[in-house]
């Protein structure tokens, strides 16, 4: 199920693949003080950078195969009537392509990713901690496309074609009907338009995801927000703005530019957790975060988001105060979360 990701990270450790502990604030990770500190979302912008040689990884201070509570997030169900998760706030990331063009990103945490079965074998290919993404492109302030993220790929569809759904007493206003609604697959996250079984990686349907009306997440009621723009025209930097929350991501700090791993590093084969197959390891590594997902390319496609650098503009005012919430959130996008543990 969806998890809150402050409450996520008070459940690890930052450490290197080989397990050494990374310090924090110069302190000694061997201190006993040290070691009961818990890990806060604005401790990740503390974090050394990583490499392809040197991977940071956020790993569990328990077993993570026995289901704690924060693997499991049970208790993250969506209000019948609202569509709220109180406790699990999405991320919204907005970029100004300009001529017209604003990209809104949804993405959604879930506390652990169940991978599928191949053949009746498996799961493989679990990993602690997932993010999943959607897009809604505007033009001129009207949805265009709507792009869902799916196993390392995703597909893209006109907005105006895609089913759509609304719930009273949200305390927003959502009760036009313009929320478009994707479809969760069970244990994997992965995004579709519609339920059902859906094929994916192996030929005939060998490998897949499927997807039901389970419960309706309405992120829009629970979201941090915030602007990826550039900065002297190459950097990019990240602006807090205003969620659902006032001031919620000032507290939290720059977390997003955590480039490290949201999990446990690939387990190895010795450990008795660990099973191997043909197709994947049962455990693998842990996701990275929303600013490794290709914010700023152009062109919205079936299989990924591709497309050369576009050039960005603030979508703030003159006092930069962040319009997020009058300009982007009229279409919000509603989740529903297939059944089992999602």
Same mark, same amino acid.
């Given at each position: ?46 974090? #050394? ?10 790993? &569990? ?17 969506? !209000? ?68 869902? &993220? ?24 959502? &009760? !036009? ?87 446990? #590093? ?27 997902? !290709? ?21 703030? !005012? ?19 979360? &297939?059944?089992?543990?999602?």
């Amino acid at each position: 199920m969806p998890y809150n990701i402050e409450k996520y990270v008070q459940n690890f450790k930052p450490t290197w693949r080989n397990g050494t502990t990374i310090n924090i604030d110069g302190k000694d990770p061997e201190d006993p003080d040290y070691k009961t500190q818990k890990l806060h979302l604005r401790d990740l912008e503390k974090l #050394p950078n990583s490499t392809p040689d040197e991977m940071v990884f956020l790993t &569990s201070l328990q077993d993570f195969d026995k289901d704690p509570e924060f693997i499991t997030g049970k208790h993250n169900i969506p !209000n019948y009537y609202t569509g709220e998760i109180k406790d699990a706030p999405a991320v919204l990331i907005v970029t100004d392509k300009g001529n017209g063009w604003v990209d809104a990103y949804w993405f959604y945490f879930y506390s652990f990713n169940l991978g599928p079965f191949v053949m009746g074998f498996g799961p493989f290919g679990d990993h602690v901690g997932d993010w999943e993404h959607s897009l809604v492109r505007f033009y001129k302030g009207e949805p265009v496309v709507v792009w869902m &993220s799916a196993h390392g790929g995703g597909g893209a569809y006109f907005y105006k074609h895609m089913e759509k759904e609304s719930l009273e007493k949200t305390g927003v206003g959502f &009760s !036009n009907g313009k929320q478009p609604v994707i479809f969760s697959a069970r244990g994997t996250h992965a995004n579709y338009p519609s339920t059902g079984q859906h094929g994916h990686d192996l030929p005939y349907a060998i490998l897949s995801d499927f997807t039901d009306r389970g419960g309706l997440w309405n992120p829009a009621l629970n979201y941090l927000a915030y602007t990826y723009t550039p900065e002297d025209g190459i950097e990019l930097k990240v602006i807090q703005a205003n969620g659902s929350h006032p001031f919620r991501e000032q507290e939290y700090g720059d977390w997003l530019y955590y480039d490290g791993a949201w999990g446990d #590093p690939k387990l190895d084969p010795a450990d008795e957790r660990q099973h191997w197959s043909p197709f994947e390891w049962k455990y693998i590594d842990g996701p990275t975060g929303p600013l490794t997902k !290709n914010l700023v390319l152009a062109n919205v496609q079936n299989g990924g988001i591709s497309g050369v650098v576009a050039t960005l503009g603030d979508i703030y !005012n003159m006092v930069k105060v962040c319009l997020i919430r009058k300009e982007i959130t009229v279409v919000a996008v509603y989740t529903r979360i &297939s059944r089992a543990l999602g």
